[in-house]
């Protein structure tokens, strides 16, 4: 079946990086679309960045010029680089298709703050 599984987070000061990574499998992954959402407490599941089979990436406003979403077609893995990070990126961070079908892995949390 369809998994995800998240990691790669941590705390970080403001102004810092991380890299998520996402294993995915139980899927023809180099064909699929994939996306990297967040959520944050109290707040609704975003999308944050996706990356499709030809490589085109796009993201969200918010993080746009700060993360950058990568793919490993042979690895079967997800990236997500994220620079410059701030106080309002804390949240828990998952990776899923764009159509949000598979089922929600358990999520890497990233937590910003001095």
């Known amino acids: 079946q369809v998994q995800f599984v998240e990691s790669g987070g941590g705390l970080v000061q403001p102004g810092g990086s991380l890299r998520l990574s996402c294993a995915a499998s139980?899927?023809?992954?180099?064909?699929?679309?994939m996306s990297w959402y967040r959520q944050a407490p109290g707040k609704a599941r975003e999308r944050v960045a996706s990356?499709?089979?030809?490589?085109?990436?796009n993201y969200a406003n918010s993080v746009k010029g700060r993360f950058t979403i990568s793919r490993d077609n042979a690895k079967k893995m997800v990236y997500l680089q994220m620079n410059s990070l701030k106080a309002e990126d804390t949240a828990v961070y998952f990776c899923?298709?764009?159509?949000?079908?598979?089922?929600w892995g358990q999520g890497t949390q990233v937590t910003v703050s001095s």
């Open positions: 899923n298709f764009p159509s949000q079908s598979g089922a």
């Open positions: 139980g899927f023809t992954f180099s064909a699929a679309p």
């Open positions: 990356i499709f089979s030809g490589g085109s990436t």
